[in-house]
């Protein structure tokens, strides 16, 4: 059974429209983690969660915000979505890691 | 902060050869984790390497991790085309925040 739970896997956006993200671990986990991965690219961190202490990277760009209700879900918040930010974007708790994202911009 | 090197970047190989990534790291790592992500897929865990030369073993996957700790391999032996993907090291800086290595793409020819 899936422990780390994305949705939806695929997300088609209008340049500028807001989108959400949605992730649910099974696994109790205080940490959580959200990633963007390009093509050909590793996983770079957006965002961090221990609990509901919240830490995102210095490079993240304000255009994206976090949600982290309790320990079993968290949300990725795109407000307005440029053409560089269609990527994968990967949920995590600890080493696991949910089906992804791939979210397209057009 | 805590930054991982992983070379090569890409790997091309004759299925049945061997196959060896690398992540060196400037500073002692606490540990050390490997992942592989198949194409189109999402980061798989693979193992965790806590010991000075700790050497870890998975049917054809050696993992090993330095004496000093600053450096991590591994290696495939007699590669299968269902090895083909992604292959990345990670490690957790002191924010306790999961960082990935650049990555090694191997591809395998039948």
């Known amino acids: 059974d899936a422990m780390v739970i994305q949705n939806p896997r695929y997300q088609v956006t209008q340049f500028g429209k807001p989108v959400t993200l949605s992730c649910s671990q099974t696994?109790?986990?205080?940490?959580m983690y959200w990633y963007q991965q390009k093509s050909s690219q590793a996983p770079k961190l957006l965002f961090h969660?221990?609990?509901?202490?919240?830490?995102n990277e210095a490079d993240t760009p304000d255009n994206f915000q976090s949600r982290r209700p309790n320990t079993s879900f968290c949300f990725l918040d795109i407000r307005s979505p440029g053409l560089g930010d269609t990527a994968m974007y990967l949920c995590?708790?600890?080493?696991?890691f949910g089906q992804g994202t791939r979210l397209t911009v057009v | 902060g805590q930054q991982v090197m992983q070379i090569p970047q890409y790997q091309h190989v004759q299925e049945g050869e061997d196959f060896t990534t690398y992540c060196n790291s400037s500073?002692?790592?606490?540990?050390i984790q490997w992942y592989k992500q198949r194409p189109g897929g999402h980061p798989v865990f693979l193992i965790q390497?806590?010991?000075?030369?700790e050497v870890k073993k998975q049917k054809r996957l050696t993992f090993q991790f330095g004496e000093a700790k600053k450096n991590s391999s591994l290696h495939i032996t007699a590669t299968q085309t269902t090895d083909v993907g992604t292959y990345f090291c990670?490690?957790?800086?002191?924010?306790?925040?999961?960082?990935f290595g650049q990555g090694t793409e191997l591809s395998v020819k039948p």
């Open positions: 995590a708790t600890g080493a696991f």
């Open positions: 696994l109790n986990h205080n940490v």
């Open positions: 390497l806590v010991k000075s030369g």
């Open positions: 500073t002692t790592l606490s540990n």
């Open positions: 969660y221990y609990d509901k202490d919240f830490n």
């Open positions: 990670a490690v957790y800086n002191q924010g306790g925040k999961l960082i």
